[in-house]
């Protein structure tokens, strides 16, 4: 049915700067929201950044001004543009598809490694 599929991980040294892409495709819906979320080892998964429409999006505080969150809605295709990357930010990303309206299904990719070391 629907798959989301990642690409854009990869090894950086500190300060660099990523961009991770997300594709949707199958039926999710007319009305959903995309996002961005993270796990790293030993820490539950946490969002950050969603996006509804391009005046509507939300960020985690610890990536506020260094990470931007996209979409093309004619693509079914998101982005998150990483700068300033930090050894904290190492992290599996997942990419996540949610409904606004019901049935409210929520769908996940199978996540992008994200390394940040020097």
């Known amino acids: 049915q629907v798959q989301l599929v990642e690409s854009g991980g990869g090894l950086v040294q500190p300060g660099g700067s990523l961009r991770l892409s997300c594709a949707a495709s199958?039926?999710?819906?007319?009305?959903?929201?995309m996002g961005w979320y993270r796990q790293a080892p030993g820490k539950q998964r946490e969002l950050v950044a969603l996006?509804?429409?391009?005046?509507?999006?939300n960020y985690a505080d610890s990536v506020k001004g260094r990470f931007t969150i996209s979409r093309d809605n004619a693509k079914n295709t998101v982005y998150l543009q990483m700068n300033s990357l930090k050894p904290e930010d190492t992290a599996v990303y997942y990419c996540?598809?949610?409904?606004?309206?019901?049935?409210?299904?929520?769908?996940w990719g199978q996540g992008t490694q994200v390394t940040v070391s020097s």
């Open positions: 996540n598809a949610r409904n606004l309206v019901p049935p409210l299904n929520s769908y």
């Open positions: 199958g039926r999710i819906g007319s009305i959903y929201a």
């Open positions: 996006i509804i429409s391009a005046d509507k999006t």
